[in-house]
C-alpha cells in the first residue's frame, strides 16, 4: 500500500513539474524577444544623412535641429540645409583665433553646436542645393586631405617667416576652402523669390541665433551661471547655462512635450553606446548577482552570450542609478568627452516601461533602426555634455533661475 502511494505521489509531482515547465516555457514564449519600443512622443525631423569621412557631427546635428526648428516656425517639411555652410565659415574664423592665440587652439575638424549658431548670426544659412561641399570628387565627405592642408597652412601662417603677416594669408586659406567645398553663395532663388543667407535665416526659415542657448550640467562651475565647456572642440568659446542634473533633464522631457527638439552632445565611446541603435549604462553588478540567484539562464550560453546578457544587448535589464556626482567623476576623470553631436526629438519607452530618448543620428540609415538610436533616459542623465534649445524649450521656472 505503502509502495503505491509513494508511486502515485511520484506521477503526480513529476505530472505538476511538467506542467510548470510548459507554463513557464509558455509564459517566456509569449515575452518580447530583445528590444521592444512604443513611441510616446516625437516631433517631426528631417531625413537621416551622412557625415560620412568627416569630423562634422556638430554641424549636422545642430544643422538637423535648425531644420525642426523651422518646420516648427512654418518651413517646408523637406527643407534641406547645407551643413558645410557652417564647416566653411567655422574654418575661416578658427583660423584667424589660430594665427592670434600663436596655434594655441584646437585646429581640426571638430567645433561645437556654438559654431552653428554664431554661423546663423552672422552669416545666415543656405539651402543644401546652394552648397553640397563636393568639390573634390568625392559622393560623401572625406575631409582628411582638406584638414591636414589647411593645418599645414595655419601652422606656417603662424610662424610668421616674414616677421609681419601680410594681408592675403586669410585670401589664401579661403581659396582652399572655395576649391574643396565651393564658394558660399551671395544670393539664389528659392521658391521663386531672391534672397541673401541672411534673408533665408531670417525671412524663409524665420529662424533668430538668440533664440537658442546652450546647457550643462557640471559641478566645478556655480549652477545658474554661464561659463565656457573646457574641451577642445569649443574654441568659440560659447557659454553653456549651468543647471543641476534634474534640471538638464526636466528641459529635455519639457522641450519634447511642448514640440521642440533637441541638439545634444554627448560621449559615444561607452560599451553602452553600440552600433546598433542603443545608448544604455548597464548595472553589471546588479546583473551579475541576479544571474547568480538562476544559474540555469546561463547553463549553455557562451562567455559573448553571458556577456551581451550582462551589458543588457539583448534585452532590457538593471542600468545604474546616476547622480551629479558620477556625472563631474565622468568629466574629470575625462571619461566623459564630447564625442558626438546628435538630435533628439522624441521619447520611447521599452516593454519594461523604461524611458529612452529617441535620437537622429548623422552615420547614414545605420544598425537596426536605420539612423535612428534609443538612449535610455540614465544614458542621457550620464553622459551629457551640453545641449542645444530653444529659450521657450526651457520650462517657465527655470529660465527665471537663468534670467532668459
Not at 509531482?13 to 515547465?21: G, L
Not at 574654418?91 to 561645437?112: I, M, P, T, W
Request: proline content about 4%.
Amino acid at each position: 500500500m505503502l509502495k503505491k502511494t509513494l508511486s502515485t505521489m511520484l506521477v503526480i509531482a513529476v505530472a505538476m513539474t511538467s506542467a510548470f515547465a510548459q507554463k513557464k516555457g509558455k509564459k517566456e514564449a509569449e515575452k518580447p524577444a530583445g528590444y521592444q519600443f512604443t513611441v510616446v512622443k516625437e516631433n517631426p525631423i528631417t531625413p537621416i544623412k551622412n557625415q560620412a569621412n568627416s569630423g562634422t557631427c556638430w554641424s549636422y546635428s545642430t544643422i538637423s535641429f535648425l531644420e525642426s526648428e523651422a518646420i516648427k516656425a512654418g518651413a517646408p517639411a523637406n527643407i534641406d540645409l547645407a551643413e558645410m555652410y557652417p564647416v566653411w565659415n567655422g574654418y575661416s574664423d578658427k583660423a584667424v583665433k589660430f594665427v592670434r592665440l600663436d596655434g594655441h587652439l584646437n585646429y581640426e575638424q571638430g567645433s561645437s553646436f556654438g559654431d552653428v549658431i554664431y554661423t546663423l548670426k552672422h552669416y545666415g544659412m543656405v539651402p543644401q542645393s546652394e552648397m553640397e561641399g563636393l568639390e573634390y570628387g568625392e559622393k560623401l565627405n572625406k575631409h582628411g586631405e582638406l584638414c591636414e592642408i589647411l593645418k599645414a597652412y595655419v601652422n606656417a601662417v603662424k610662424k610668421n617667416p616674414n616677421r609681419s603677416l601680410s594681408p592675403v594669408w586669410h585670401k589664401g586659406l579661403q581659396a582652399v576652402l572655395n576649391t574643396y567645398l565651393g564658394e558660399c553663395p551671395e544670393k539664389f532663388v528659392v521658391d521663386g523669390k531672391e534672397y541673401t543667407p541672411q534673408t533665408y535665416a531670417k525671412e524663409y526659415l524665420k529662424l533668430n541665433a538668440d533664440d537658442y542657448v546652450s546647457i550643462t550640467s557640471f559641478t566645478h562651475h556655480p549652477f545658474y551661471s554661464q561659463f565656457a565647456i573646457e574641451v577642445p572642440d569649443n574654441w568659440r568659446w560659447e557659454l553653456s547655462y549651468n543647471v543641476p542634473m534634474d534640471e538638464l533633464m526636466a528641459i529635455f522631457d519639457y522641450a519634447i512635450e511642448n514640440g521642440y527638439t533637441v541638439a545634444w552632445g554627448s560621449d559615444v565611446s561607452e560599451k553602452g553606446f553600440n552600433r546598433n541603435g542603443l545608448a544604455i549604462v548597464p548595472d553589471v553588478a546588479a546583473n551579475m548577482k541576479e544571474a547568480g540567484s538562476d544559474e540555469a539562464r546561463w547553463i549553455g550560453k557562451s562567455p559573448e552570450q553571458k556577456n551581451a546578457a550582462m551589458n543588457n544587448q539583448d534585452a532590457p535589464g538593471k542600468e545604474l542609478e546616476i547622480t551629479q556626482e558620477m556625472r563631474q567623476v565622468g568629466y574629470d576623470n575625462k571619461t566623459t568627452t564630447d564625442d558626438h553631436g546628435m538630435h533628439i526629438y522624441g521619447i520611447a519607452k521599452d516593454q519594461n516601461g523604461t524611458k529612452y530618448y529617441m535620437v537622429k543620428n548623422s552615420w547614414g540609415e545605420t544598425g537596426k533602426y536605420k539612423g535612428i538610436w534609443y538612449a535610455s533616459e540614465a544614458f542621457v542623465k550620464y553622459k551629457t555634455m551640453n545641449i542645444v534649445v530653444n529659450k521657450k524649450a526651457i520650462p517657465a521656472e527655470i529660465r527665471a533661475k537663468l534670467g532668459l
